[in-house]
Nanobody, 119 residues
C-alpha cells in the first residue's frame, strides 16, 4: 500500500512560482512511475508531468518550459517546480504513483492541493 501526501499549493500572482511536493510512504517507492495531474473546475483531470522509475520525464505541452518534475528516491518525494504561472494553471493538483506487475496495475492518488493563480 502506498500513501501520497501533497503540499505546497496556495495563492500566487501571475508570473510567480510554486513548488509542489508529494511525500510517499510505503514500500518500493523507487519502482513506481510518478506523475502530477491537475483538475480545474468543470474540466477533466489532465496529466501535467510524469517521471518514470528510471528518471525519464515528460511534460504536457501547456507547461513545457515553465514546469519541472523531479524525484528524490531517498526522501520518497516527488516535486513539481512551477514557474511563470498563469491563471489557467489554477486547479487542484494531484500526485499519482503507478506500477505494473504482470497483469496488475497498482495505482495510488493523493488528496490534492489547490493552486490558485490570480492577481
Amino acid at each position: 500500500q502506498v500513501q501520497l501526501v501533497e503540499s505546497g499549493g496556495g495563492l500566487v500572482q501571475p508570473g510567480g512560482s510554486l513548488r509542489l511536493s508529494c511525500a510517499a510512504s510505503g514500500s518500493f517507492i523507487s519502482t513506481y512511475d510518478m506523475a502530477w495531474y491537475r483538475q480545474a473546475p468543470g474540466k477533466q483531470r489532465e496529466l501535467v508531468a510524469s517521471i518514470t522509475s528510471g528518471g525519464t520525464t515528460n511534460l504536457a505541452d501547456t507547461v513545457k518550459g515553465r514546469f519541472t518534475i523531479s524525484r528524490d528516491n531517498a526522501k520518497k518525494t516527488v516535486y513539481l517546480q512551477m514557474n511563470s504561472l498563469k491563471p489557467e494553471d489554477t486547479a487542484v493538483y494531484y500526485c499519482n504513483a503507478r506500477r505494473y506487475r504482470g497483469s496488475t496495475t497498482y495505482d495510488y492518488w493523493g488528496q490534492g492541493t489547490q493552486v490558485t493563480v490570480s492577481s
